[in-house]
């Protein structure tokens, strides 16, 4: 079993920034990927940026530029800078790690972005 937890959601103008953080833990030998989602309100589930254990990063357009996916292999966490945040980034942001690509063996807690316009 792998935990994470996540950190950093928050409330932000337009324009802000915020750093999401996640930190594993148990067994976390199994996680090749690692990554984010949101779920806005009546929304699917949506994958946002993942990296692999040798580094290699994926984007989804809605978030290419603004945001970077980060990952420290001797912490184990991952982190996600969100920057030029826009209201329609508001939404449940998820860590997710797993074995294959995308990541979606295990879930954090979720944490909640909020953009105020």
């Known amino acids: 079993q792998v935990q994470l937890v996540e950190s950093g959601g928050g409330l932000v103008q337009a324009g802000g920034s915020l750093r999401l953080s996640c930190a594993a833990s148990?067994?976390?030998?199994?996680?090749?990927?690692m990554g984010w989602y949101r779920q806005a309100p009546g929304k699917q589930r949506e994958l946002l940026a993942t990296?692999?254990?040798?580094?290699?990063?994926y984007y989804a357009d809605s978030v290419k530029g603004r945001f970077t996916i980060s990952r420290d292999n001797t912490k184990n966490t991952v982190c996600l800078q969100m920057n030029s945040l826009k209201p329609e980034d508001t939404a449940v942001y998820y860590c997710?790690?797993?074995?294959?690509?995308?990541?979606?063996?295990?879930w954090g807690q979720g944490t909640q972005v909020t953009v105020s316009s």
């Open positions: 148990g067994s976390i030998f199994s996680i090749n990927a």
């Open positions: 997710a790690a797993g074995n294959t690509w995308p990541p979606r063996g295990y």
């Open positions: 990296i692999t254990k040798g580094g290699s990063t």
